[in-house]
């Protein structure tokens, strides 16, 4: 695979331009009520317990589910930890995965959410897609938590193999910065990137995957994420401090693995393999975002491929939200799954005022759903203006 350089974040790929063009045309909102879920390193131990006391009719079958669909008692790594195999990526993200559904279970099945009815679009903050996906009926729950557990643990031996080759430590480093200064950062790790990748440094030919450093999110109006070995993490960062004018505060993500970067490569081919046409439901009950475009998956053959791609490449979340917010008309936005990060990365972005007709709310634990529920029923017939 060729190294991954210069990374253009304001360019939309050809393939989803026409569903630009779809949403955005009419005066009503088209997508105006959002569903998005949260992604790595939201798990925590015990995350069950609350539902299971709280909705057990829901819960406790939705638990027994889960653990005979992947035939390995998950429910009690969840519950039971320890925190370090909780935090082993293979048993994390079907964990998330899992209990953002189990969430939208108890809504539908306790409350009678309609989730067709009153959601007009989902996202999911990169493992989120996957329960996004599921929310939207393009893909079935087993399928899904099978795939993804068999990804997180491809992913897992993609970071011990890379270790074990280098002797580094790999991870994920969020850059904060002024909101001015996003674009102005960018490029600036976009020319070490691109610089890096040449080889000039060592007079070597092009860096291999494993010493690459990319561009994993686009977080934010001021959030990106670095992926790689934290050790030329560091150097980049000494870089564009030392010539490019930006210093950016860092700070390092729960996460051991480089996500979104080359190394994950055969969790790629994984996807690819797996993928097959059978196993997308085309169209689906609702639009949803793909993480590495911004923009709606606009056929069957595009989700694959975007979904595959998405292990290897950029998660344009902030693309993903301004689209939304800027062209799409959402106005509401409903987060479901462990921790506050999603509804953070929403909030922060589209302001968490309940605006008329509009809001965002989200659900971690069950003592919020009676104050979201009331927001839901209060904006939900509010003029769209």
């Known amino acids: ?56 009719k829901t819960c ?30 293979e048993n994390a993200q079907p964990a998330i995965m899992a209990t953002s559904v189990m969430i939208l279970r108890v809504l539908e099945q306790e409350f009678g959410f309609e989730t067709d009815k009153r959601i007009n679009v989902t996202l999911g903050h990169s493992l989120g897609e996957y329960a996004a996906l599921v929310a939207a009926g393009y893909l079935d729950f087993d399928f899904a938590l099978k795939i993804v557990r068999r ?70 109006k001021n959030q990106i994420v670095l992926s790689g070995s934290f050790q030329r993490i560091r150097e980049l960062l000494t870089h564009i401090r030392e010539f490019g004018g930006h210093d950016p505060r860092a700070v390092e993500l729960k996460s051991r693995s480089a996500f979104h970067s080359p190394i994950m490569k055969p969790a790629f081919d994984y996807m690819k393999k797996v993928m097959t046409p059978e196993v997308v439901h085309w169209p689906g009950k609702m639009t949803t975002i793909a993480n590495v475009t ?43 799954g462990p921790g506050k990060v999603g509804r953070n990365l929403v909030g922060k972005e589209v302001g968490a005022t309940k605006s008329k007709g509009g809001g965002v709310w989200a659900i971690t634990d069950p003592w919020e759903i009676e104050e979201t529920m009331k927001g839901l029923e209060e904006t939900e017939s509010d003029a769209t203006s």
């Not at 009503?28 to 131990?45: D, I, N, S, Y």
């Not at 889960?66 to 925190?83: Q, R």
């Not at 020319?191 to 994993?216: C, F, H, K, N």
């Open 294 to 336: 911004g923009l709606p998956f606009d056929s069957a053959d595009n989700l694959r491929k975007n979904l595959s791609r998405q292990a290897i490449d950029t998660v344009l979340w902030w693309d993903s939200i301004k689209y939304l917010h800027d062209k799409a008309g959402t106005k509401r936005w409903l987060g479901l």
């Open 151 to 220: 990804r997180g643990e491809i992913m897992g031996e993609c970071t011990k193999k890379a270790k074990e080759e280098t002797g580094e430590t790999f991870g994920m480093m969020a850059l904060v910065c002024e909101p001015d200064q996003l674009e102005s950062l960018i490029s600036a790790v976009n020319e070490w990137l691109a610089y890096d990748a040449e080889g000039t440094r060592d007079d070597s030919s092009a860096a291999p995957a494993i010493r690459q450093v990319t561009l994993a999110n686009k977080n934010s």
């Open 1 to 56: 695979m060729p190294p991954r350089t210069a990374i253009s974040l304001s360019t939309l790929r050809p393939c989803c331009q026409r569903a630009t063009r779809d949403y955005a045309t009419s005066a009503e909102p088209t997508l105006r009520t959002a569903l998005f879920f949260p992604g790595h390193g939201v798990q925590r131990k015990g995350m069950l317990k609350p539902w299971l006391e709280a909705y057990p």
């Open 60 to 89: 406790k079958p939705f638990v027994e589910e889960m653990d005979s669909i992947l035939g390995v008692k998950l429910s009690e790594i969840i519950e039971e930890g320890p925190v370090s195999l909780l935090d082993k990526t």
